[in-house]
């Protein structure tokens, strides 16, 4: 059995059988002395002790500063906003901090800082434009070091635009030009908002959103109407809060147009009757029916008389006569040998007259079926 001493009190209460022991619950940078003894039946042996005392240190962890994704790029707040970061980090013994912002001390009336074994809180109650910069986190441990950068950008609201001019006014068109506003907000201009307002209404409407050029043109105004533009500038963080407003009316003045009618001169429409169209010859069969057809033209609208054999044909049931659009037409219904002939097709009005002719063939009755 063994005994194992500490600064001459004993480690362990009993004897232990074991050639090794760990003695616990120390206190890092203690140096103790140790001496262990045998023990048995008859006794106590004479302690042996170690040449030199030994050193309590607590085992090395390497410094590392755990960056949260969201602070690996830029970190983006609006002025008056909280900024509150959580950077957890390991190593042992305990790592000592130091923040820095562009190379220099941080002010700790704005920025507060606290450590702890794990982590660190940097906090600032209400953001402002001199905030934004980059900060550098350094983490020491024993001569080991591990950095870490967190870039931090405040912006605000941009100032108006500048310089607003009419430049020109044209038809129905407004020529505008601007110049960037003098404070952008911390953030790049991503584009103006142009609006309109006609004196009569008062109201603002939108015509142009997100204009990336410093001039644009105005179209589409209605016409006796004077109108007034503005122009908002636009960043990350919305629009600005005032805008650019022309100092003069753009005034839409009526076009003075005159009315010239243009001379024409006078054409005679009148026109003696003439065919375009002839009748053509037919040979139908025994209680078909037949049509006859041909086209007319003439001013006025000539009068169509049909004849057979010379002789008009009037109100009989068996022939129905249509004009349209300068074509006759003679339906001959049920067509029997009698019907059979010459017919003229002749047009009147009070300049002339014109006629045609064709030979109608009736053969005899139709074989039927058996």
Request: proline letters at 6%; one cysteine or more; aromatic letters at 8%.
């Amino acid at each position: 059995m063994f005994v194992l001493a500490t600064e001459w009190v004993a480690a362990n209460k009993e004897p232990f059988l074991s050639t090794r022991y760990t003695i616990r619950n120390l206190t890092s940078g203690d140096q103790l002395e140790i001496r262990v003894k045998a023990v048995n039946s008859v006794g106590v042996s004479v302690p042996a002790v170690l040449e030199q005392p030994v050193t309590i240190r607590e085992i090395l962890e390497y410094p590392k500063i755990r960056v949260p994704c969201y602070l690996r790029q830029t970190y983006v707040r609006q002025v008056g906003e909280v900024i509150n970061l959580l950077i957890p980090f390991q190593g042992k013994p305990k790592p000592q901090v130091t923040w820095t912002k562009d190379g220099q001390p941080l002010d700790l009336k704005s920025v507060n800082v606290r450590n702890s074994d794990r982590d660190t809180i940097f906090f600032i109650r209400m953001a402002k434009h001199a905030d934004s910069g980059k900060y550098e986190m350094t983490l020491k441990v024993d001569g080991l070091e591990d950095r870490a950068t967190i870039e931090i950008q405040v912006i605000e609201r941009p100032s108006a635009p500048e310089n607003l001019k009419l430049v020109d006014v044209w038809g129905f068109n407004v020529a505008l030009e601007w110049s960037p506003p003098k404070d952008n907000g911390n953030s790049e201009i991503k584009g103006y908002t142009v609006q309109k307002s006609d004196e009569k209404s008062g109201k603002w409407f939108t015509v142009l959103d997100r204009c990336t050029r410093t001039n644009c043109t105005v179209s589409d105004l209605i016409i006796g109407n004077s109108y007034l533009f503005r122009v908002f500038s636009e960043n990350a963080c919305g629009l600005s809060q005032k805008a650019a407003i022309t100092r003069e009316l753009a005034h839409i003045k009526k076009i003075e147009t005159s009315f010239k009618p243009e001379k024409y001169s006078h054409k005679d429409f009148l026109e003696a009757p003439k065919f375009t169209q002839p009748l053509t010859d037919r040979t139908t069969t025994h209680g078909y029916s037949t049509h006859l057809f041909c086209c007319v033209r003439g001013f006025p609208m000539p009068k169509i008389i049909w004849m057979k054999n010379q002789m008009e044909i009037r109100e009989d049931p068996r022939y129905i006569s249509i004009t349209e659009q300068g074509v006759c037409s003679l339906a001959i219904r049920k067509a029997s040998p009698f019907d059979g002939g010459v017919y003229t097709c002749k047009a009147v009005n009070p300049l002339g007259e014109a006629s045609v002719d064709c030979k109608l063939d009736v053969k005899g009755k139709a074989d039927r079926c058996v």
